[in-house]
């Protein structure tokens, strides 16, 4: 079964960059696409950015500070953050879909980003 473990995560300034990943196993790598959640304190779980073969997305508020990106001979995905400010604080999770489904249920244990003012 697939498995997902996050890695990365700290406490860091307002500006400051951080790369998260998330090592993938137990299944073809290729087979799933692979995305970053993220769940701040009191809040729901939102979209961060998503990645499926050359295809990625992101949430808008994300988008030109963060780079999702993948290694498939190391089967670890990642998820490069720049300028990051307070409100990106939050617990950061790995996810995975089988290419077939629409919905993610595979889910790493998360990792958390703490961004100080």
């Known amino acids: 079964q697939v498995q997902l473990v996050e890695s990365g995560g700290g406490l860091v300034q307002a500006g400051d960059s951080l790369r998260l990943s998330c090592k993938f196993s137990?299944?073809?790598?290729?087979?799933?696409?692979l995305a970053w959640f993220r769940q701040a304190p009191g809040k729901e779980r939102e979209f961060v950015a998503s990645?499926?073969?050359?295809?990625?997305n992101y949430a808008d508020s994300v988008k030109g500070r963060f780079t999702i990106s993948g290694d498939s001979a190391r089967n670890t995905i990642y998820l490069q953050m720049n300028s990051l400010k307070p409100e990106d604080t939050a617990v950061y999770y790995c996810?995975?879909?089988?290419?077939?489904?629409?919905?993610?249920?595979?889910w790493g244990q998360g990792t958390q980003v703490t961004v100080s003012a």
């Open positions: 996810a995975a879909r089988f290419f077939t489904t629409e919905s993610y249920g595979i």
């Open positions: 137990g299944r073809s790598f290729s087979l799933y696409a």
């Open positions: 990645s499926r073969g050359p295809a990625t």
